[in-house]
């Protein structure tokens, strides 16, 4: 301290021994006009940045801009994203819905207005930092206990050592200190620098793995971190399991079971097919169908029910029925597959996208995209009910175009209450694939067009003649909807039997509203037609 | 820094103390007028009784607030706030009064059917007869049983009222600290009390307008109008005693800068509250839900229901948002007189859309119905604060925290 080179000085601190000294004392500083001061007290002191005449901080408005930060950018992101790149119907809300996007708004606005406020303290604060001159002085240790410390720095404008050490001790400080820069190094020690280093790198391995995995194939298992979520126990359908004594991992309906609130009608209603007429030519499948009480025994024509007819049938079928069949329902795909398969012995040729398809020999094991259980009885699944239950008729139909006898009436009073019934539900589960005018260019095909999903089978159109009811009948229709087609899951378990067999009402409109003539509209609405341009 | 409870700067000024008679029989005066002109006009009974409920809220959950405000202090054992403390009693001291004047919507119960709560209609109990059997409200909504829950009610804060209210009092006598710690020790179940009662009260009698509505965050919705408007209550007394002449010592720019955090605050938290009862509503759009809403935002309500979100929020929001302006009284004193402005809107919002849905202001007549309820309840409660402050000093003179709050200093 007595080698006071000025030069190495970086201010000078004194000691003060009560609140109210060290407050005089501030102010006499302050009002002599030196501005690089600070005070040091073991605990917060009330007016003491007042005292020392610093000034208001700029923190709030740091904290405010990031606050507005915040709120600005998660408003336009939640835009952007859901809004403009990549808009998203989400609970039936509009693309930008302000409501909905408050939340985020609420906490980024809290997030950066926070991180604001307590970055921005550490930087004005000049803060992470490791040592202070004064720590050089062992006086200064008070400053934690019992002590009050003022001190000027030496790059005040105003700072003259003799000046500085008159006005501290007139201002009643005791033990004035001038604090010396600190001649240790600077460096970071040897050790802590190679450490981080060798750490650093290291870290930089399980990036580089990673990096590696995403362009590197691998035959073995892929790694499981959460062995729950990869290898659940349960079974999915058409699985086999050690579990039961019949392999099957799904279990069959307890033979008898009825079907909720399905006795009051008949199984005619709930198939689709007059079940009399069937009991002349298929008893066996007839007679399932009646146990069954007027369920659909999950696959409306049961799955390759006739075993007897598609092997039978096939070489009968005069090969220029084919082109016919197929179309029936599908205008695009079928073709292909279906009109090959009848010549060789059909068991060979599995629709495209049928994945497990050795049919013959797998009884138990129908297409995997299928999620109804054939029923328990059914020994031999013949290669027929590949593409979904409903298909089997297609395929099948041949000559015999389906020897099925479906209703060909709508069990239900067609009235315009059934017909917006059916409109509602047609418009609530169809119209997202088949449009809500049965083109079949709903929503979700639009997009699978655009993205080219490969696996994408285009959905019907509904006006095209194979689909009027002279050539599939309205029970035909109402089996479909119920049992699905192809990629088209069955929706007997989604839409009540009734609101299906209006469905069938209304697509039948549909198809007559492409084609109706004048004399179709009611002489008291025909004056409203206007008649195109 | 001893305070002397007889100090003349800390009794109400003359001039106050003055206008307590004429405010409480002008009240009582305006409010009969404003449902007599109801009664007997083409504006109806059911839209006077809503105006009166309304006027009645509006009061209410201000007194309320100020009683969980006191409540509040004791249970945190707070020191900045003891040189207003008894200011926030005085708000306290006027809920008997308010018990008393409750009567009027009690006897429209037993007035006819349905003058003002449908489920009170056997006509509405028939033509909603289906969702009404699903649940059980008809069991909870019956004349006897409101009446009996109301009692309970207004008997919990008519208690606590009276027991902070005469406890601080005798304080001033004896200066004992042990009543500092039985108040204390009361406040904790006080506040759970309280709660409880204030959320029941709240479906009670403003949801229960509209019987087939629920929202169970309703009454955190009324206790978050109630106490950001009892705080700045509490502001506009404080700013004018002080132009009196009162407690211009005791009462510091610092205390001003309290109650303007905690105006900002509560204004935040009442935003919080009513936009998470409207985002799940709005979210889920059940219709069951949603036509509470919907009423709102019909009729011409749309445009109070967007006021509330732009000058019960956004505005004060603003306006409050620096240190600045929560350290000058005058601007305080300002923004909490708007804010009481807007929580009567808040509550006008709440009541009368259900109560006249077709109209949202009811034509001249209703407006002076309104007006005259609104004007007048205020006056009896103002009345009946200032003749409880004839009495009391403006200051919990001999509180063993006193110095605290006198040298009080935010950082």
Redesign the interface.
């Known amino acids: 301290m007595s080698a006071e080179n000025a030069k190495h000085i970086h201010g000078y601190m004194a000691e003060f021994t009560s609140v109210d000294a060290l407050l005089a004392a501030c102010r006499r500083v302050r009002d002599a006009g030196y501005t690089k001061t600070d005070a040091y007290t073991p605990f917060?002191v009330?007016?003491i940045d007042e005292a020392l005449g610093i000034k208001p901080t700029a923190l709030?408005w740091i904290a405010?801009g990031g606050g507005l930060t915040g709120t600005i950018t998660a408003i336009s992101m939640q835009i952007w994203m859901n809004g403009i790149n990549y808009p998203y119907i989400i609970?039936?809300?509009p693309y930008i819905s302000l409501?909905?996007f408050?939340?985020v708004t609420f906490e980024l606005t809290i997030l950066l207005a926070s991180f604001g406020a307590f970055f921005g303290m550490l930087i004005l604060n000049k803060l992470p930092r490791f040592s202070n001159p004064l720590f050089t002085n062992s006086r200064f240790d008070g400053a934690t206990d019992d002590k009050f410390f003022l001190y000027i720095a030496a790059d005040d404008p105003r700072f003259k050592a003799d000046g500085v050490k008159r006005l501290l001790t007139d201002a009643g400080g005791g033990a004035i200190d001038a604090v010396m820069d600190d001649e240790s190094s600077d460096k970071l020690p040897r050790a802590f620098v190679t450490i981080a280093g060798v750490l650093a790198m290291l870290s930089i391995v399980p990036l580089l793995i990673a990096a590696r995995m995403r362009v590197t194939n691998s035959s073995s298992p892929r790694f499981h971190i959460f062995y729950d979520m990869d290898f659940s126990p349960a079974k999915d359908a058409q699985k086999s399991t050690t579990l039961f004594a019949d392999g099957r991992a799904m279990r069959t309906d307890v033979p008898g079971t009825v079907i909720h609130s399905g006795s009051e009608f008949g199984p005619d209603y709930y198939s689709g097919i007059d079940v009399d007429a069937l009991a002349k030519i298929d008893p066996a499948r007839a007679e399932r169908l009646v146990r069954f009480n007027g369920q659909l025994p999950q696959d409306g024509e049961p799955t390759g029910n006739p075993p007897v007819t598609p092997p039978a049938d096939e070489p009968v079928t005069p090969p220029a029925d084919e082109p016919v069949t197929p179309p029936a329902d599908e205008p695009v795909t079928p073709p292909a597959d279906e009109p090959v398969t009848p010549p060789a012995d059909e068991p060979v040729t599995p629709p495209a996208d049928e994945p497990v398809t050795p049919p013959a020999d797998e009884p138990v094991t129908p297409p995997a995209d299928e999620p109804v259980t054939p029923p328990a009885d059914e020994p031999v699944t013949p290669p027929a009910d590949e593409p979904v239950a409903a298909t089997a008729e297609t395929p099948a139909a041949p000559a015999v175009v389906d020897t099925t006898p479906w209703l060909t009436e709508n069990p239900l009073e067609v009235t315009r209450a059934t017909l917006e019934k059916g409109q509602t539900q047609f418009n609530i589960y169809c119209a997202v694939c088949h449009g809500q005018n049965g083109r079949g260019r709903g929503l979700v095909n639009e997009r699978a067009q655009k993205i080219q999903a490969t696996s994408w089978v285009p959905p019907s159109s509904m006006h095209q003649p194979q689909l009027y009811d002279d050539k599939y009948p309205d029970g035909k229709l109402f089996s479909t909807i119920s049992n699905g087609i192809r990629k088209m899951p069955g929706y007997s378990s989604q839409i009540k039997a009734a609101d299906r067999w209006a469905i069938v009402a209304y697509v039948r409109a549909l198809q007559l509203s492409q084609n109706a003539s004048e004399e179709d509209v009611p002489l008291s609405a025909r004056d409203a037609i206007v008649p195109a341009p | 820094m001893k305070k002397n409870p007889e100090d003349p700067t800390l009794q109400l000024p003359a001039s106050a103390a003055r206008l307590a008679y004429p405010l409480i029989v002008g009240g009582i005066v305006m409010l009969a007028a404003g449902v007599l002109i109801g009664a007997v006009t083409s504006v109806g009974l059911r839209f006077a009784l809503g105006s009166y409920l309304t006027a009645f809220m509006y009061c209410l959950t201000i007194c309320l607030g100020a009683t969980f405000f006191v409540i509040i202090q004791h249970l945190c054992r707070a020191g900045w706030s003891v040189t207003i403390r008894r200011l926030a009693e005085l708000f306290m001291s006027a809920v008997p009064w308010l018990a008393i004047l409750f009567l009027p919507i009690l006897a429209s119960l037993f007035l006819g059917n349905g003058t003002l709560y449908n489920w009170d209609s056997p006509e509405w109990i028939e033509a909603n007869h289906r969702e009404w059997a699903t649940n059980s409200k008809g069991a909870f909504l019956t004349d006897w049983f409101f009446a009996v829950r109301a009692c309970i009610y207004l008997g919990i804060w008519t208690v606590l009222a009276t027991y902070f209210f005469k406890t601080s009092r005798r304080q001033d006598e004896t200066a004992e600290i042990r009543l500092t710690e039985q108040m204390q020790a009361v406040s904790g179940p006080a506040v759970i009390l309280f709660a409880l009662s204030l959320t029941f009260a709240a479906f009670d009698w403003i949801m229960s307008l509209e019987p087939a509505w629920f929202s169970t965050m309703f009454g955190v919705y009324i206790f978050a109008g109630g106490i950001l408007s009892a705080i700045c209550a509490i502001t506009v007394f404080v700013y004018l005693l002080q132009k009196g002449g009162a407690l211009r010592q005791e009462v510091t720019v610092e205390h001003y800068h309290d109650f303007g955090k905690l105006i900002f605050g509560f204004i935040t938290f009442w935003t919080y509250i009513a936009?998470s009862q409207?985002?799940l509503i709005?979210?889920a759009?059940i219709p069951e839900e949603t036509f509470w809403f919907g009423h709102r935002w019909a009729h011409g309500w749309q445009f109070v229901s967007l006021a509330l979100v732009f000058f019960h929020w956004l505005l004060p929001f603003l306006g409050l948002?620096?240190?600045h302006v929560r350290r000058r009284p005058t601007l305080m004193f300002f923004w909490a007189s708007y804010i009481l402005v807007m929580h009567f809107v808040d509550i006008y919002w709440l009541i009368m859309p259900t109560v006249n849905p077709g109209n949202a202001l009811g034509g001249a007549l209703g407006i002076a119905t309104t007006l005259l309820c609104t004007f007048g309840m205020i006056g009896l409660s103002v009345g009946a604060v200032l003749r409880n402050s004839q009495n009391a000093p403006l200051l919990p003179a001999r509180d063993p925290r006193l110095h605290e709050s006198l040298a009080f200093?935010n950082?």
């Open positions: 917060p009330h007016g709030p405010l609970s039936g809300k409501p909905a408050i939340p | 936009f409207f985002l709005w979210y759009n948002l620096s240190r200093h950082l």
